[in-house]
């Protein structure tokens, strides 16, 4: 999930079993929800969106659920590998043409 | 197509001194961003640029100023730096900006105000 501060949390996973990473948003009225990866040194890249009409959204390798009625995002990552180590973002689209952007989850894959 | 670049890649300031970060992007997007990024928080947008020739506000835009003079630059100054100011960059630019739009990101300048 996302966290205030400045220790994020931190999910390690071993390579080849399934991640899960939560994030909680924090607007209802949100319509648009994004998840961006954040490797070491770069800027975040788009990963996967999915739009409030949805509750499900996939693409390659990952998925997002959306639950509009407690606020969650989730992102799935199948067959996690040492190339997904990563800091992971959700961003919602909460008014107008800005995104707000949660803290951000380590993803560590052992392998 | 090189997508969204920024110059330069690292600076370090004196309390006071002035600078100019630069943002290019080869997409012909309208939109163009600047975020702050510190340890353990969310990107924070600081000014953002809607097309040629126009800037507004994010939410923290203090200390802090920005230009879009061509559409494929833009420009973040720093007029007085501060050690709170310390910080990585990330430049951003969308197609459109209804926030559906996808936002492409730059590799970041890391800069130290000492």
């Known amino acids: 999930g996302e966290s205030v501060g400045l220790h994020l949390p931190t999910l390690s996973v071993q390579e080849g079993d399934n991640s899960i990473i939560n994030c909680a948003y924090s607007?209802?009225?949100?319509?648009?929800f994004i998840w961006y990866k954040q490797e070491s040194g770069k800027g975040p890249q788009f990963i996967i969106d999915?739009?409030?009409?949805?509750d499900k959204r996939q693409g390659q390798r990952v998925t997002v659920l959306l639950n509009k009625t407690v606020k969650h995002l989730s992102l799935q990552i199948a067959a996690t590998q040492p190339g997904d180590s990563a800091v992971y973002f959700c961003?919602?689209?909460?008014?107008?043409?800005?995104?707000?952007f949660g803290a951000g989850t380590i993803l560590r894959v052992k392998s | 197509n090189a997508g969204v670049t920024q110059t330069p890649k690292f600076r370090v300031l004196k309390t006071g001194q002035s600078m100019t970060l630069l943002c290019a992007q080869d997409?012909?997007?309208?939109?163009m961003y600047w975020y702050r990024q510190d340890p353990g928080m969310g990107l924070r947008l600081i000014h953002y640029?809607?097309?040629?020739?126009?800037?507004a506000k994010g939410e923290v835009p203090d200390g802090y100023n920005v230009s879009r003079l061509k559409k494929q630059n833009f420009l973040l100054g720093l007029e007085s730096a501060a050690p709170s100011q310390t910080s990585v960059y990330f430049c951003?630019?969308?197609?459109?900006?209804?926030?559906?739009?996808?936002?492409?990101f730059g590799p970041g300048t890391r800069l130290t105000v000492l």
């Open positions: 951003a630019s969308s197609y459109g900006g209804r926030g559906e739009d996808t936002q492409y």
């Open positions: 607007n209802s009225a949100s319509d648009y």
């Open positions: 640029s809607v097309g040629e020739g126009t800037t």
């Open positions: 997409m012909n997007h309208e939109y």
């Open positions: 999915i739009r409030s009409n949805m």
């Open positions: 961003a919602e689209n909460e008014y107008g043409n800005k995104l707000v």
